[in-house]
């Protein structure tokens, strides 16, 4: 477990903070931004890597940006994918005129934020581009490769698409090399103590003693078999096996080689796997190219290794060789990579001026109803933090009780501070939280209060219609980025079910508040008849099986948020349908 830290909640900004003030001779925050660059920022016709995802994985991610690397990493708090905000002001900050690569592991969160980002980033002419991690071969079949969720291969994928980009490829080249380093990469990893937040004294799952999890994932989330514990030689073959049989298409007898320590795993032990790893790989007849054994891509102080094989062929080889200088990784020497004169700072579009607001009294007075429903909607969501962990811990990452709060609490301070009407209050809200609280329900939650907010406007008190009307419009804007259907197991099978039972209760000439109180038992009901499901998207979906019986987190938390803000709406005099 973590020992050492202020306030758990701001730990992963005083770790940038200190990352940055020592690695200052190779990196630098990215200005007013979640995210580190190379020293220098973007250079002049060059294409730049920006990997991410949360933080926890150290070296990965920001710890390999640097020359022959990536030039950028997004950070987000533990485990939590960043937000789209500060995943576009990356991007901008490291155009430098011939692109931008982003590469990252395949969680949904993630694919979310940086796909709202790459949208904002094209939409001003940076020609941005989005390469996938694949390489978890315990999350889907061969078949369904796409769906395979990005673990330690990352290293792989981001050192060659890094290499590529710094002997000045174009982004078509660096985007080709990149997907073609993803599909022939395959991981597969085992777990023997699950980690712990820090903050926190329990483990996020634990492993029953005399058993190894096999398939962990990096987020600790539990593996897809808990099998009896080997020795060493057993499990370097166990480890192999499956990698062995699931050669990529054109693979050759040449591999980069990765194995990988998650954090609680002593180097001397990975040394004694390798003895066999090492041996088993030449008996198959391959040969090993600047194989590396260390911890590249952690899980806090997760114990457990993972294995890594990247098929080479001779471009791969080229890139994967290169010389590479990063606070966390260096090989060879990086004297004579082509120079790129660093690219002068993009003027500053800035944020659109905050002009002033035209918001009449009555939608004023209703922002004041929107900020009692925030208010409300934190004080549910402290109270039940632990639990919603524990209910996401069960087959996701144990963080949606603390990305509910962060979120909620970044909403209700922007909704504090904005002094214009009730959209304009619900929008800054909507912002806020998915900037904080990253992950996938950060910006689900975001893009729904963002369009509450549109659809309820700055003039009158909103009506029950427009506050349905709303919902709706979020429910299609969540449906758009996330892709998941009733029925899935998410948030959406309470918020859909809730908004059918308002809708109708209005039709019914029911005041508002009192539709609005009946369809919250509706949305209670349907979060806690969402246990028998099984998860077909997000990160619970590899261990959908783990999922069943327990109710989703997603789920819970909207029931219990709505039902929160239910007496904020009921306060509100003299209302209209
Ligand atoms: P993360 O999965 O990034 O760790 P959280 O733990 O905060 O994010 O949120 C998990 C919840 O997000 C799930 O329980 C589910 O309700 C919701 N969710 C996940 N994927 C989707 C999706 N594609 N559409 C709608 N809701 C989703
Ligand atoms: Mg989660």
């Known amino acids: 477990m973590a020992h050492i830290y202020d306030d758990p909640a701001a730990f992963k900004d005083d770790m940038v903070a200190g990352y940055t003030s020592a690695y200052a001779r190779y990196i630098e925050q990215v200005p007013d931004a979640s995210a580190v660059m190379r020293r220098g920022g973007a250079r002049q016709g060059k294409v730049s890597v920006i990997i991410g995802g949360g933080c926890g994985h150290y070296p990965a991610f920001c710890g390999v940006v640097g020359a022959g690397f990536a030039d950028g990493a997004v950070i987000g708090d533990i485990f939590t994918s960043p937000s789209a905000e500060q995943a576009y002001r990356a991007a901008r900050a490291l155009d430098g005129g011939a692109g931008v690569l982003f590469s990252f592991g395949n969680y949904a969160g993630d694919v979310m934020n940086f796909g709202v980002a790459q949208d904002r980033a094209r939409a001003e002419g940076t020609d941005c581009r989005t390469v996938l991690v694949t390489d978890d071969i315990a999350s889907a079949p061969a078949g369904e490769l796409t769906k395979r969720r990005g673990i330690a291969g990352g290293f792989c994928v981001f050192k060659i698409a890094g290499a590529a980009a710094d002997r000045g490829d174009s982004i078509d080249e660096v985007e080709r090399l990149a997907i073609k380093a993803n599909d022939r990469t395959r991981t597969f990893g085992v777990g023997f103590a699950g980690c712990t937040l820090p903050g926190q ?49 054109g693979a050759g007898d040449r591999v980069a080689v990765i194995l990988n320590g998650l954090g609680g795993t002593k180097y001397e032990e990975l040394f004694v796997l390798w003895k066999t790893v090492a041996a088993v790989l030449a008996e198959a007849g391959l040969t090993l190219v600047l194989p590396e054994v260390g911890e590249l891509v952690t899980s806090l102080d997760m114990g457990g290794a993972s294995l890594t094989l990247t098929w080479l062929d001779e471009e791969l080889e080229e890139l994967w060789v290169a010389p590479a200088e990063t606070p966390g990784f260096r090989r060879g020497s990086v004297a004579d990579l082509p120079r790129f004169e660093p690219a002068s700072a993009r003027a500053d579009q800035g944020q659109a001026a905050a002009g002033t607001s035209t918001a009449d009294d009555a939608s004023r007075a209703a922002a004041d109803t929107v900020r009692a429903a925030l208010d409300a909607m934190l004080a549910t969501a402290i109270e039940h933090e632990t639990e919603l962990g524990r209910i996401d811990a069960v087959a996701g990452d144990g963080d949606h009780g ?82 998941a259907q009733v029925g899935d197991k998410t948030m959406l099978d309470a918020l859909v079910p809730f908004t059918d039972a308002f809708a109708a209760g209005l039709d019914a000439g029911t005041p508002c508040a009192q539709a609005w109180s009946s369809a919250c038992a509706v949305a209670t009901q349907a979060a806690a008849d969402t246990a028998p499901m099984t998860p077909k998207v997000g990160r619970a979906r590899p261990l959908a099986q783990r999922s069943v019986g327990t109710p989703d987190a997603g789920a819970t938390s909207m029931a219990l948020c709505l039902t929160a803000a239910g007496p904020a709406l009921a306060t509100t005099e003299g209302e209209q349908r």
């Open 201 to 249: 004294t329990e483990r996020l799952f634990t492993v029953p003693d005399g058993e190894m999890e096999l398939g962990l994932g990096i987020h600790g989330e539990p593996g897809i078999e808990s099998v009896p514990r080997t020795n060493a030689t057993q499990l370097a073959r166990r480890l192999l096996d499956p990698l062995l049989t699931e050669r990529p298409d």
């Open 402 to 483: 603390t990305g509910m709060v962060r979120g909620l609490r970044a909403a209700t301070a922007a909704a504090g501070d904005c002094a214009g009407g009730a959209g304009e209050t619900l929008d800054a809200a909507g912002i806020a939280f998915g900037d904080r609280a990253g992950g996938t329900s950060g910006i689900l939650w975001g893009l729904l209060l963002q369009a509450v907010g549109r659809t309820v406007g700055n003039t009158g008190r909103p009506t029950g219609n427009q506050l349905a009307g709303g919902i709706r419009a979020g429910i299609d804007d969540v449906q758009r980025a996330g892709k």
